[in-house]
């Protein structure tokens, strides 16, 4: 018995290491889930196609976009919203698709057009075993318009978006903004003045499009077109909260309990776990960048 002991010791150190290291590379549980706190919406009750109808199909309450040497195609929300939650589950396609963005975001361009507002989710696309780079970025009054001022963090996923679904999600406020993957909270944005956070009505979009010019390693790798179509399926549709017509004491949504915003401890301590194991950019310590455009950063 004593010597069966023994001879299962190594199985069981290796079972503690490889439980360790499962462990290590997961981010802890947020404990709220604001996900599960909304429902979900069929594409034709809360979307319609914005361009590349014929790159678009829907299939019960999901859609697939796909770009080709022809096009790519985008969709946006039937609603103009002011505040809220903003999600939906994607998946994306594996192999080479350099050049390629996929995406879901904010904006309200086609109101502003050359001063707009926008919040985005985007999938970099890559080449061969390379991992995706999912980049969030905010843009404020025109900042994104002629000379471009980003105020992008940039992450490498913890799991293989290409495997299944999985959701992503914004949640805007007149006090923060807040980047969420399957309801871990990645990166907040608080508001530090009217001129650095984005405050007019914004409509929600996504899109699959041809950004060879910088998406893959600031352009060195291009869109292949041998390896078309492209694709990205998205499902479980969410956009909830105060549209641009609600009324004034309608009560903007939250990321945590706390009705009046935030993150919770556990919330806090995810997210710093994914910004210390999982970004790999912030504009905020790229010392090359004008921080004068950027004030946020200096306080």
């Given at each position: 018995m004593g010597n069966s002991l023994i001879s299962l010791l190594p199985v069981f150190q290796f079972l503690v290491l490889l439980g360790s290291s499962v462990n290590a590379y997961w981010p802890p549980s947020p404990g709220y889930w604001p996900s599960s706190k909304v429902g979900s919406l069929s594409f034709y009750k809360g979307f319609k196609n914005l361009w590349g109808p014929q790159h678009q199909r829907t299939d019960q309450n999901g859609l697939t976009i796909w770009l080709d040497r022809t096009s790519g195609s985008g969709f946006k929300s039937v609603k103009p919203f002011r505040s809220g939650y903003f999600g939906a589950s994607i998946k994306l396609q594996p192999g080479y698709t350099a050049g390629v963005i996929t995406s879901l975001y904010l904006s309200n361009q086609e109101a502003h057009p050359g001063f707009h507002d926008e919040v985005d989710i985007e999938f970099l696309g890559t080449t061969f075993g390379k991992p995706y780079t999912l980049q969030t970025n905010v843009y404020i009054r025109g900042s994104g318009d002629g000379k471009i001022i980003g105020r992008e963090m940039k992450f490498r996923l913890w799991f293989d978006p290409t495997s299944g679904f999985h959701h992503y999600a914004i949640?805007?406020?007149?006090?923060?903004?807040?980047?969420?993957?399957?309801?871990?909270?990645?990166?907040?944005?608080?508001?530090?003045?009217?001129?650095?956070?984005?405050?007019?009505?914004?409509?929600?979009?996504?899109?699959?499009?041809?950004?060879?010019?910088?998406?893959?390693?600031?352009?060195?790798?291009?869109?292949?077109?041998?390896?078309?179509?492209?694709?990205?399926?998205?499902?479980?549709?969410?956009?909830?909260?105060?549209?641009?017509?609600?009324?004034?004491?309608?009560?903007?949504?939250?990321?945590?309990?706390?009705?009046?915003?935030?993150?919770?401890?556990?919330?806090?301590?995810?997210?710093?776990?994914?910004?210390?194991?999982?970004?790999?950019y912030n504009y905020c310590k790229d010392y090359k960048r004008d921080h004068s455009l950027t004030p946020e950063c200096l306080r």
């Amino acid at each position: 018995m004593g010597n069966s002991l023994i001879s299962l010791l190594p199985v069981f150190q290796f079972l503690v290491l490889l439980g360790s290291s499962v462990n290590a590379y997961w981010p802890p549980s947020p404990g709220y889930w604001p996900s599960s706190k909304v429902g979900s919406l069929s594409f034709y009750k809360g979307f319609k196609n914005l361009w590349g109808p014929q790159h678009q199909r829907t299939d019960q309450n999901g859609l697939t976009i796909w770009l080709d040497r022809t096009s790519g195609s985008g969709f946006k929300s039937v609603k103009p919203f002011r505040s809220g939650y903003f999600g939906a589950s994607i998946k994306l396609q594996p192999g080479y698709t350099a050049g390629v963005i996929t995406s879901l975001y904010l904006s309200n361009q086609e109101a502003h057009p050359g001063f707009h507002d926008e919040v985005d989710i985007e999938f970099l696309g890559t080449t061969f075993g390379k991992p995706y780079t999912l980049q969030t970025n905010v843009y404020i009054r025109g900042s994104g318009d002629g000379k471009i001022i980003g105020r992008e963090m940039k992450f490498r996923l913890w799991f293989d978006p290409t495997s299944g679904f999985h959701h992503y999600a914004i949640l805007w406020n007149p006090r923060e903004i807040i980047f969420l993957v399957d309801d871990i909270p990645i990166r907040r944005y608080p508001k530090k003045s009217a001129a650095t956070f984005p405050l007019r009505p914004m409509w929600l979009y996504g899109s699959i499009w041809d950004a060879s010019s910088w998406a893959t390693e600031d352009g060195k790798y291009k869109a292949d077109y041998k390896y078309q179509p492209f694709t990205a399926k998205y499902t479980n549709f969410k956009a909830i909260g105060c549209t641009a017509y609600s009324p004034a004491r309608c009560h903007p949504v939250s990321a945590s309990p706390y009705r009046s915003g935030g993150l919770t401890r556990n919330q806090y301590q995810a997210m710093r776990w994914v910004q210390t194991h999982n970004m790999i950019y912030n504009y905020c310590k790229d010392y090359k960048r004008d921080h004068s455009l950027t004030p946020e950063c200096l306080r």
